[in-house]
C-alpha cells in the first residue's frame, strides 16, 4: 500500500475485532450444542484473521496477484490436514 | 572500441508491483503459513483420531486471562498500523509514540504467556501431560474424566504451539525494539517508511496466527 493512499479507519477495525473476542468467549460459555460451537467460533476466527489480513495487512488495498501470493499456501495447507485426516479414516 | 552502454537494472516494483523487501517479507509469511498450518493440522488430527477422553480446554486453562492477553496483542496490532500511518504522513512523534506502544503491548504478551506456563506447569499440565499426583490430576485423570494418554498428546501439542507462536512475538519485539531505537534516531523521516510496512506485515501476521490459536486450542 503506497503511503499517499488514504488509510482505513482502524479503530473501527480494532472495535470489531474486540467485539468479535467476546463473542467468541462468551459462546464457550453459553452453552452451545458442540457443532454449533465449533462451527460458530470458526467462523468468528476466519472473519477476524480476515479483518487483520485485509485492513491491517493491507491486502484489500495491494495489487490482486500479491493477494494471490499471500494465499498461495492455504489449499496446500487444507490438503496438508485432508490428507492425513483421509489416514485416519482409513484405519 | 566504444563500450556499449549499461543496461538500466529493472525497477524492483516491477513485476507484482511491490517493492522487493515488502515482497520478501510476503514469501516468508507464505513460509510460516505452512508451518503453523502444520502445528495446527497436527493438532486437529491428533485430536480428531484420539479413541481417548481429550481433555476440554477450558477446564485446564485460563480462557479470561487468554482472552485479555489476546486483546492485549490485537491492541499492538493497531498500534504498529498506526506507527505505519504516522510514518506515510512523515509523523515522526506519532510514529514514535506508535512503535513504543507496540512494543510494550508485545512484551506484555510474552510476559503474560510466561506467567500462563509458571502456572499451568506448577499446576500439573507439563509437556509430557498430566504430572502425577498433581492438582490437576487429581481432578481430571483420577476422575476418569481426561486419559494419561490424550492429556500427553495434549500437553505436548498445547506447549508445542503456543511456545512457537511465543518464539515468534519475542522475535518481533526484539526486532522491534530495534525498529523504535532507528524510529527516536530519526532513521524513517523523508517517507522512508518501507521498513515499518515490512516489519509491521510480520507483527500483524504474529496476530492473525495468535487469533487461529485462540480458537483452536483454548476455545474449542
Known sequence: ???????????????????????EVAAVYVGLPRHLLVLSL?????????LVALYFMHLRFEPRRLALVAMTPLPLGVILVVAVLQEYAKR | MAHAAPLSAPRAEQ???????????WVFLASEVMFFTALIGSYIILRWGSAESWPVPHEILAIPITALNTFILICSSVSMVKAYAAATQDDQK???RWLLLTVIGGATFVGVQAFEYHHLISEGLLPSG???????????VDTGKVSATAAGLFGSAFFTMTGFHGFHVTCGVICMTFVTIKAFRGGYRG?????????GLYWHFVDLVWIILFTIVYLI
Open chain 2, 15 to 25: 513485476g507484482l508491483g511491490v517493492y522487493t523487501q515488502k515482497l520478501g517479507m
Open chain 2, 191 to 199: 517517507g522512508r517508511y518501507h521498513g515499518i510496512e515490512t516489519i
Open chain 2, 130 to 140: 498430566i504430572r502425577e499426583g498433581s492438582a490437576l490430576a487429581a481432578r481430571l
Open chain 1, 42 to 50: 470458526l467462523l468468528l476466527a476466519a472473519w477476524k484473521a480476515l
Open chain 1, 1 to 23: 500500500m503506497e503511503g499517499t493512499r488514504k488509510h482505513p479507519n482502524y479503530v473501527a477495525v480494532w472495535g470489531a475485532l474486540f467485539a468479535l473476542t467476546v463473542l
Open chain 2, 94 to 96: 506519532g510514529l514514535r
